[in-house]
């Protein structure tokens, strides 16, 4: 079975910390994405994969970065949390285009 | 540009009773279309996929989703609800044109009742 595995399931960070969530994945998978899940707007794609070092924008970038120097890690980046940042967050993989996406079990943040 | 339209926020079905999610999608190109459920605290799960092969899919746990390109929907449908069904399902679409992207639909929270 694929597994995305992602390290933190429950953080509480303070204002302005740096944060980092880490994603797993174990399926020699080449795309590698992370989704905010809020309550009424589903999920939205912040920042999404398609190689080792490539990283494309999604819809809701701001405030976020990522990192891919791994194939199998996939890294998101809150360089200054804030308050509206609280939120879930979800790691996913998929081999490629139109392929089942895989998704890790999400992590919840607070900032408070 | 893709976008996916989830026509019910919440549907609430009886035990042994049939189950209808609907979902519909908007896409300039051939669509790849999939319906994940979540449970509480949990991740997504695949129940199924359609990609331009039959155009009824069957899923896990006894659900099935019918792809009607006139109509651009893919309801989701289950002849007999189950407890264990109660959980917030989406439709998801993703084309070659959206830049291997999936847009999400924003859920429908199933409620089960005995």
């Known amino acids: 079975d694929v597994k995305v595995t992602q390290s933190s399931r429950y953080l509480v960070k303070r204002t302005g910390e740096k944060v980092f969530l880490e994603c797993v994945q174990d399926m020699d998978h080449e795309n590698m994405f992370w989704y905010r899940q809020d309550p009424g707007l589903g999920l939205r794609l912040i920042y999404f994969?398609?190689?080792?070092?490539?990283?494309e924008k999604g819809d809701i970038p701001e405030g976020y970065s990522v990192s891919r120097e791994k194939k199998e890690r996939f890294s998101l980046i809150l360089e200054s949390a804030s308050t509206n940042q609280t939120s879930m967050y979800l790691c996913?993989?998929?081999?490629?285009?139109?392929?089942?996406?895989?998704f890790g079990e999400g992590s919840w943040l607070t900032v408070v | 540009a893709q976008s996916v339209t989830q026509l019910d926020s919440h549907v609430s079905v009886s035990e042994g009773t049939p189950v209808l999610l609907r979902c519909n999608y908007s896409s300039s190109y051939s669509p790849s279309l999939f319906w994940y459920v979540q449970h509480p605290n949990k991740g997504l799960q695949l129940l199924l996929k359609?990609?331009?092969?039959?155009?009824l899919v069957k899923g896990i746990n006894g659900f099935e989703a019918e792809f009607k390109k006139s109509e651009t929907s893919f309801h989701l449908t289950k002849p007999s609800a189950h407890m264990s069904d109660a959980a917030e399902y989406f439709c998801?679409?993703?084309?070659?044109?959206?830049?291997?992207?999936?847009?999400f639909g924003t859920g429908t929270q199933l409620k089960v009742e005995l």
């Open positions: 359609y990609t331009s092969a039959a155009t």
């Open positions: 996913a993989s998929s081999l490629s285009y139109g392929n089942t996406i895989y």
């Open positions: 998801v679409v993703s084309t070659t044109g959206g830049g291997n992207k999936l847009t």
């Open positions: 994969s398609y190689d080792v070092k490539m990283k």
